[in-house]
């Protein structure tokens, strides 16, 4: 660039704004564990290809409901109040306990609202002054996700089919607290926020894509105008093939889509969506 150097943060926004680049912007995936499993190679990878992303500072998700430690073996609750199993340390913990598997105990349920203290984003804006690099917050926002969590996959399932009076105001209240989030992020220093949802299997979406337009594709598209007013950059993650609704990420306003390409044509969403996300 006329013998300036670009700042990471500088590389990642103009790839995001499809403007030329002198190379592509790296960030290291890392699954839980390969940092102390492989942390020689790991420490050889950083120094060689530093990652042109950082998340910013910020307090831990630990909520009045929590109990344990996800990164010790055995079981831990998080802060919604679901139970999870940690096995090995480079293994997903499982799922192993539903709190409002009982569909009685939707209506007196509260989400984490310590979660929406200003206090867990006090030191944002600090650790964004100390880098150059671009700095992408996750945020607590998977409406899906987290009613699966909470209610148990089969049960989300039913319930979604059946539309019920109960799902409509659980869900509700989750957009909400994720609406609320997402603008306290908005309003840090962060360049960009994530939101995310496991949308798919291997083979094909886990809901009818008509459903999905229907019911997500509203608070997606909430989410996004909130980051862009305060001209945050919305990312968005998902698991599984995801190609049936990759068309309403990017017109809800998704600025960058992490998924997994190997199970989808990649040739043919260049070819769709090149320039466009």
């Known amino acids: 660039q006329h013998g300036t150097l670009m700042t990471s943060r500088e590389l990642v926004i103009k790839t995001l704004n499809h403007e030329p680049v002198p190379r592509v912007p790296r960030d290291l995936w890392l699954s839980p564990g390969e940092d102390s499993a492989r942390a020689t190679e790991l420490a050889e990878m950083n120094i060689r290809y530093p990652s042109d992303i950082v998340q910013p500072e910020v307090a831990p998700t630990h909520g009045k409901k929590s109990s344990g430690k996800p990164s010790k073996a ?5 802060a919604w109040g679901c139970v999870w199993h940690s096995g090995q340390r480079s293994a997903l913990p499982e799922l192993k306990l539903s709190p409002l598997s009982e569909a009685a105990k939707i209506a007196s349920y ?3 609202m310590e979660l929406l203290d200003r206090s867990r984003f006090a030191k944002v804006n600090k650790s964004c002054l100390t880098t150059n690099r671009f700095v992408l917050a996750w945020s607590e926002a998977r409406p899906f996700d987290r009613l699966r969590y909470l209610r148990g996959s089969e049960a989300t399932s039913m319930d979604l ?9 659980l869900l509700a209240m989750l957009h909400d607290f994720a609406c609320r989030e997402i603008e306290l992020w908005a309003e840090t220093d962060v360049d960009g926020v994530t939101f995310r949802d496991d ?3 291997p083979d094909g979406l886990l809901i009818a894509p008509e459903m999905w337009r229907e019911i997500f594709r509203p608070l997606y598209r909430e989410y996004c105008r909130i980051l862009h007013a305060k001209d945050k950059f919305a990312f968005f993650h998902s698991n599984g093939y995801i190609l049936d609704i990759f ?3 990017v017109k809800v306003g998704v600025d960058a889509i992490h998924s997994q390409m190997h199970l989808m044509d990649v040739e043919r969403l260049a070819k769709r969506f090149r320039g466009r996300v």
């Open 74 to 78: 055995g079981d831990y609750t998080d």
């Open 199 to 201: 949308w798919g299997t």
């Open 161 to 169: 089919a059946r539309c019920t009076k109960d799902i409509r105001g």
């Open 247 to 249: 068309g309403d990420l």
């Open 110 to 112: 509260q989400p984490p």
